[in-house]
């Protein structure tokens, strides 16, 4: 699976970013990422934290033949795995470039430098020796794996203690932790690698660059360095062109972090040792009650406590104060109670109101309908005009004109009329 690739939008934004001397995280240039070390349960486990990039080294030991042409030392190994739990663009089971790569920056760094005593690993000299295996596992990706591995690496190595042996003859016996107390291994030096990255062709420089900023940069510079100002290795990758003076300059940044990664390195080792020797809780279980087990824990903000109470006095006094009388709750009928002050309680009583107030309308309006009506029909009838009633059953249509004395001699036609019509509808139906 592919790793999502930046748009041209989130490059220019980065690359822009750079150019004013400014970082997404806030970061000056030359400035390292939060450094987190803690150890295992047992010996030569270490986790290291570089801001988000996390990392786990383990040491572990067994006796094998020694190597024809060096009969009298032992052998040191390093594997690196890139699991896809780290970023989705790391594949299971196959070497991508980039693994090989560490692998082959990791061996310069801590076999190549002899940091390490590997003549003190001989247990019997040309039959049997101790073979060292360092595995670093990534377990989250968030640039500059290097240094977070190199770090781990050196760090699980002072932290780890091979078993103690002794040899009568040519029987060699191997000695458990409770028999005899471990041995640590003969380490001359600690190498630190730190990583520079290059932007536009050289022009601008960053330290520590996260993921983000590994994917527009044009080259990477990795310089590994103990505190003794003694470069281990030195690694250019990237196709870009570098001066003597753009080299001389990140040694000198890469002097000053390795001698403060060293002190961390020391001083953590110190509180393990202090912890394991007082009986205290350490590793997997002292990591439970505090939470960090999670590889992207977020860290808590702190918070000025100082002058909380003054504050909050402060607060009460500018308050105004509050009412001494309670106001008594409203009852508008004997068992019902009421929801705050001066309002009804419309909970799950709104509906059924509408519609109370739609029939209502509707109501008003039918009356004032029929009481128009019945007005129109007083006033035709006060007129004097002709009402007509109709029935639906029958199809006869009575036409009824009311009388009044002033209009005799009409009336009196109008009745001659009517009488003639009604004898020619009986001679119709005859």
Not at 120 to 134: D, F, H, N, P, T
Request: proline fraction near 5%.
């Amino acid at each position: 699976m592919k790793d999502t690739p930046l748009s041209n939008c989130e490059r220019d934004f980065l690359l822009k970013a750079i150019v004013e001397k400014k970082r997404l995280d806030g970061r000056q240039t030359y400035d390292y990422r939060k450094i987190k070390i803690t150890f295992g349960t047992d010996y030569g486990c270490c986790f290291v934290d570089l801001g988000k990039t996390r990392v786990m080294a383990q040491v572990s030991c067994e006796i094998v033949a020694p190597k024809e042409n060096r009969p009298n030392e032992g052998i040191m190994f390093f594997n690196i795995e890139l699991s896809p739990m780290a970023s989705p663009a790391f594949e299971q089971g196959r070497q991508s470039e980039l693994s090989v790569k560490l692998n082959r920056q990791l061996e310069r760094c801590l076999r190549n430098s002899k940091c390490i005593d590997t003549e003190s690993l001989c247990v019997m000299s040309g039959e049997k020796v101790w073979q060292i295996r360092v595995d670093v596992h990534m377990l989250n990706h968030d640039g500059n794996l290097m240094d977070a591995a190199s770090i781990a690496a050196i760090t699980a190595l002072c932290h780890f203690r091979r078993p103690d042996v002794s040899i009568q003859g040519d029987e060699v016996t191997v000695y458990s932790p409770e028999e005899r107390d471990p041995i640590p291994l003969s380490i001359y030096h600690m190498p630190i690698s730190v990583s520079f990255s290059f932007f536009q062709q050289g022009t601008y420089l960053l330290v520590d660059p996260c993921e983000r900023e590994e994917r527009v940069m044009d080259g990477l510079l990795m310089i590994a360095m103990n505190k003794h100002r003694e470069i281990c290795s030195i690694q250019s990758s990237g196709g870009i062109m570098l001066l003597k003076e753009q080299v001389m300059r990140c040694s000198k940044i890469a002097s000053v972090k390795v001698s403060e990664i060293t002190e961390l390195i020391t001083k953590a080792l110190e509180n393990d040792k202090k912890a394991r020797k007082a009986g205290g809780r350490c590793g997997f279980a002292e990591s439970l009650p505090q939470e960090r087990i999670t590889a992207l824990k977020m860290d808590e903000t702190a918070v000025e406590m100082t002058d909380v109470t003054e504050t909050a006095n402060d607060i009460v006094q500018k308050a105004e104060a509050p009412s001494q009388m309670v106001p008594s709750p409203v009852v508008p009928i004997p068992g019902i109670g009421q929801v705050g002050q001066g309002l009804q309680n419309t909970w799950g009583l709104e509906d059924d109101e509408d519609e109370e107030e739609e029939d209502d309308d509707g109501d008003e309006e039918q009356e004032k309908v029929t009481k128009m009506e019945k007005e129109q029909r007083r006033e035709e009838q006060s007129s004097g005009d002709v009402v007509e009633i109709s029935d639906s059953e029958e199809e006869e249509v009575i036409i009824l004109h009311p009388e009044t004395p002033d209009r005799g001699p009409k009336n009196a036609g109008s009745s001659s009329q009517q009488k003639g019509a009604a004898t020619s509808k009986r001679r119709q139906k005859k």
